[in-house]
């Protein structure tokens, strides 16, 4: 049984999560945010989540604030999810002539790393120039499993036979119903720590973006924000794809619409 969340202490959490990640927690979220820090309060034994705000509040606790932005964040993913994206990817790297230039792809709230895995297997498949897939999220945990890149088998119905075969290898014995990306893949996908609410670390640009199902958490000026950062990492003439439930309609921006939720940064037409 979690303990009972008064509304100032919600408040106090909501504040927090904004001010860091620009998720906007709504009232609705009060059960499931008892649930994942009742944890943290049985783990140091205290008695209420004001004593568990004032803990992450001390200057030392910066390893307990990071505890703290994991549980309030979502990160539910998995391969190939909105397989329409895939789809024009494959279309793209069809058409794309031969290159010695590096085509650069960034899943910018990678999670657990279903995203950039199902992106570099793709790549892979399809690129006929060098490559790299770089996944980021502000969720540290996340980003220790993605690294991993060892799921249950349950999570990988998506993957293609073809792919599974080429990418992925079986567990057996004690790690029956699970399964490993290969190493030569894992390899080349790097995985960094981005805090999309926070000015972006030196990255370069990339020809293609995956901002997908992590606009939902945020309001429209933190949406604004990401967006003109996003944007600026983005070279001329590159992709920019966004889950199929967002929008960027109430905000400023350059891009064009290609198709439904990619957006095309337009070529420099002035120098
Ligand atoms: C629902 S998952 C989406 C995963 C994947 N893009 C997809 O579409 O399946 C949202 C992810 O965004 C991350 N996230 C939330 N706020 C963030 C922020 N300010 N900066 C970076 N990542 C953030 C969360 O940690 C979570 O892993």
């Not at 031969?98 to 950039?116: F, I, K, M, N």
């Not at 996340?142 to 990988?156: F, N």
Request: positive net charge.
């Amino acid at each position: 049984m979690s303990l009972h969340i008064t509304d100032a202490e919600f408040a106090d959490f909501q504040d927090f999560v904004y001010q860091h990640a620009g998720i906007s927690m709504h009232e609705g979220k009060k059960a499931l945010i008892c649930a994942r820090l009742g944890r943290r309060l049985q783990h140091y034994q205290l008695h209420s989540y004001a004593q568990y705000f004032a803990l992450i509040q001390s200057p030392e606790a910066v390893a307990e604030r990071q505890v703290c932005i994991d549980l309030l964040t979502t990160n539910e993913t998995y391969f190939f999810r909105e397989p329409r994206h895939f789809e024009w990817l494959t279309q793209l790297l069809r058409g794309l002539p031969p290159s010695d230039q590096t085509l650069r792809v960034w899943s910018a709230a990678s999670s657990s790393g279903e995203e950039p895995y199902s992106l570099a297997m793709t790549l892979a498949e399809h690129c006929r120039q060098p490559w790299q897939v770089v996944g980021s999220d502000i969720s540290q945990r996340m980003l220790e499993r993605a690294r991993l890149g060892h799921y249950s088998m349950m999570r990988t119905r998506n993957i293609a036979p073809a792919f599974l075969k080429r990418y992925c290898l079986r567990g057996t014995g004690s790690q029956e119903g699970t399964l490993l990306i290969r190493k030569e893949l894992r390899e080349r996908v790097e995985f960094i720590q981005i805090n999309l609410n926070q000015t972006l670390p030196p990255l370069g640009q990339f020809d293609i973006i995956f901002l997908r199902n992590v606009m939902i958490y945020f309001d429209t000026p933190t949406k604004q924000a990401v967006i003109d950062r996003l944007v600026q990492q983005l070279r001329p003439g590159g992709h920019l794809c966004i889950g199929h439930s967002e929008s960027l309609n109430d905000l400023q921006h350059k891009l064009q619409l290609q198709a439904p939720s990619i957006f095309r940064k337009p070529l420099k037409t002035w120098t």
